[in-house]
């Protein structure tokens, strides 16, 4: 009895295993078709970085029987973005470089001209800067205002009832680098404190270093010929020069640029107008030593002590449409 059931089980084996040969070549084919249809249906693939100026929309879009059938020299018309050519007559727009012209008036006179006197700030505007700013600046030695052209007369005859010396001389920039403007002071040592807006009173020693006022400036857009301008105290120490001394042939490294230390504390920002100038010079706080007015503005000169006040007027250039303002004389 047993040997009859197994012999009737291996039969039903042999009769299952055709079927099961069947069942899977008929899903393999079946996946086949799916396969190749998805494919199709999906379409041709666009070209690669197709711009998107260029490209249709879904209901304008050339069939794919019809791109097919198309000959093969010629070529699929595109749409550009790029403006039609201009003719020679078609009028050109000239380019204009613009420049800015500084002139500066350097004006010595004796210790107490300007830091005591009032008569020549009176026609000065010092409320264009903040009252705490204000307070900061002459604190730590300085006084900054603008001024009209014309109220230069009145100031200019304060002026000549004392004994002042004046230097004038101009320097034109237009690559945007900042202004430097030399004091014509010989390197020397020196110390200074800085009053801050915090309370605090830090000091530093510059060995062998110079003063110099470093002007940052723009035009404005919103006013013509208007001038905005970033004027504030840096101290330069000496070049440091790297060329080797023991051999003369060995490629001579460029110099390294001195260091230099802007006093950004005490940067203040103003709007020069056509006709208007930027006036620096010393408070009374100069004269006590060791501020950045004290050392900026002030000097010794053969045992006697002088002060500066600096009269700057910038002047737009605009290429051949240039108006020039009003200047103190």
């Known amino acids: 009895m047993q040997a009859v059931r197994s012999s009737v089980h291996s039969d039903r084996r042999r009769t299952r295993w055709p079927e099961r040969r069947l069942w899977w070549a008929g899903a393999a084919i079946l996946a086949v078709v799916v396969t190749s249809g998805c494919k199709a249906a999906k379409g041709p693939a666009p070209a690669p970085f197709q711009p998107l100026s ?8 050339e069939e794919p029987s019809a791109v097919a059938s198309r000959p093969a020299d010629v070529p699929t018309p595109l749409e550009t973005t790029q403006p039609p050519p201009t003719s020679d007559d078609a009028p ?52 900054v205002g603008v001024g009209k052209a014309e109220d230069w007369p009145q100031i200019k005859a304060i002026l000549d009832a004392e004994r002042v010396e004046v230097v004038d001389r101009h320097k034109a ?7 430097i403007i030399d004091l014509e002071q010989s390197p020397r040592d020196q110390t200074m404190f800085l009053y801050r807006a915090d309370g605090t009173m830090p000091g530093a020693s510059f060995p062998r270093s110079t003063n110099v006022l470093r002007l940052e400036y723009g035009l404005s857009s919103a ?20 060329s080797p001394a023991f051999d003369l042939n060995w490629p001579q490294p460029p110099p390294i640029d001195p260091p230099s230390r802007p006093f ?13 100038f930027l006036a620096i010079g010393p408070s ?17 000169v053969d045992g006697q002590r002088f002060e ?3 009269v700057i007027t910038p002047r737009v250039l605009n290429g051949g449409d240039d108006v020039e303002p009003a200047r103190p004389k």
């Open 308 to 310: 500066a006040l600096y």
């Open 223 to 242: 006013e013509v010929n208007t001038v905005i301008v970033d004027v504030m105290p840096e101290i330069r120490m000496q070049r440091v020069d790297t």
């Open 54 to 61: 260029r490209a249709l929309p879904p209901e304008k879009a």
């Open 173 to 179: 920039v237009f690559n945007g680098l900042p202004l």
């Open 92 to 143: 050109r727009r000239p380019v204009i470089l613009q420049s800015i012209d500084f002139r500066i008036l350097r004006i010595r006179a004796p210790i107490g001209t300007f830091s005591q006197s009032g008569k020549i700030w009176n026609p000065i505007d010092e409320e264009v800067v903040s009252i705490p700013m204000q307070r900061l600046l002459q604190r730590n030695g300085i006084r």
């Open 284 to 300: 009374a706080a100069a004269q006590r030593g060791y501020l950045a007015g004290s050392l900026l503005l002030c000097d010794e």
């Open 264 to 276: 950004r504390e005490l940067s203040v920002r103003l709007t020069i107008r056509p006709e208007h």
